[in-house]
């Protein structure tokens, strides 16, 4: 792993997140007719091409933080996420087009200082949209590198970072699964071997859990033979995660995974982020297509938060 990584990981979640936003909310039945191949402007959000949204903007939110300080402070992490809702900081045009509930419930209370950080995020079973696991990267990256491992003292971290906006057990166990098989790429394990490595920690973590039942289907052998049919691409977060990880599996490069995620319809640029971090991960920067990286809003300005955070992580070239 080196720094290149981490521009791969922030770069794969943006050009994802990117390429999903004027489809976001399409049936996968509509996208099956005019499907997405390429950079697209307007539509959802009339945005111009290349925009990504809260996805990016809270992930570069996260690392700015973790960078200036050199460590995991929640509180100045909610500082970051409150000055991108209320005064449109970490935007790609310098405007804040889109918020999950969940998260601004969460920003929302922290502004009033009635609850610790980790105490903002919502725990009511009804509040497990992606908002927190569409931004967990960040902390996975950190404590890997800076720990070199992800067990059972950093998935505390890996909870406490989800419940800044999403409290509830079945956020915190996603974006532990997610976190134990991104930390299998970031060593070098191809995605099926990532996968069935980081399932198998998950057992060992979560098993004993009955929560840990939501994630059956991750759990079975055969998952990534499952057909499109029953892949949701629904907000819910385990729906998410499971569309990330079978787009992961049923690809081998980084356009077919974002073009396959992104058009599996709905929550089409979270599913892009969420998957396209991890093709970021394995593929590399230089597997993202040109035109596309061209395409992309403040670029040069995602590239220098990638570099920070990567010298603050002390990964060279």
Request: with cysteine.
């Amino acid at each position: 792993m080196n720094a290149n990584t981490v521009k791969g990981m922030l770069l794969g979640l943006a050009v994802g997140d990117a390429l999903g936003v004027p489809v976001e909310f399409e049936s996968r039945q509509t996208l099956k007719l005019d499907p997405v191949v390429g950079m697209r402007g307007f539509g959802s959000w009339d945005q111009p091409p290349g925009t990504w949204s809260d996805d990016t903007s809270l992930t570069i939110a996260a690392m700015e933080s973790i960078s200036r300080n050199d460590k995991i402070n929640y509180r100045d992490i909610m500082e970051n996420f409150l000055k991108w809702y209320a005064q449109d900081a970490f935007t790609a045009t310098g405007e804040r087009f889109d918020i999950g509930n969940t998260t601004y419930r969460a920003i929302t209370r922290y502004s009033r200082k009635l609850l610790p950080p980790t105490k903002c995020g919502s725990t009511d079973v009804n509040s497990n949209g992606n908002g927190s696991l569409m931004r967990i990267l960040p902390a996975v990256t950190y404590l890997f590198v800076t720990r070199g491992k992800i067990a059972a003292d950093e998935l505390e971290i890996i909870h406490e970072f989800s419940a800044l906006t999403h409290g509830h057990i079945i956020s915190r166990m996603s974006c532990g699964i997610y976190s134990l098989i991104a930390a299998q790429l970031f060593s070098g394990q191809n995605v099926h071997d990532a996968f069935r490595i980081g399932m198998n920690d998950a057992e060992i973590f979560y098993g004993s859990n009955e929560t840990f039942e939501t994630f059956n289907r991750l759990r079975d052998e055969n998952f990534a033979e499952l057909p499109e049919e029953k892949i949701s691409a629904a907000g819910y977060v385990v729906s998410t995660l499971e569309a990330a990880l079978w787009c992961l599996l049923n690809t081998d490069n980084y356009k077919s995974l974002a073009l396959k995620a992104v058009n599996l319809g709905k929550d089409t640029d979270t599913v892009g982020a969420v998957a396209g971090g991890l093709a970021g991960i394995v593929y590399g920067v230089e597997s993202i297509p040109q035109e596309w990286l061209d395409t992309l809003k403040r670029r040069d300005y995602l590239e220098q938060i990638a570099e920070d955070f990567a010298a603050v992580c002390k990964l060279t070239q």
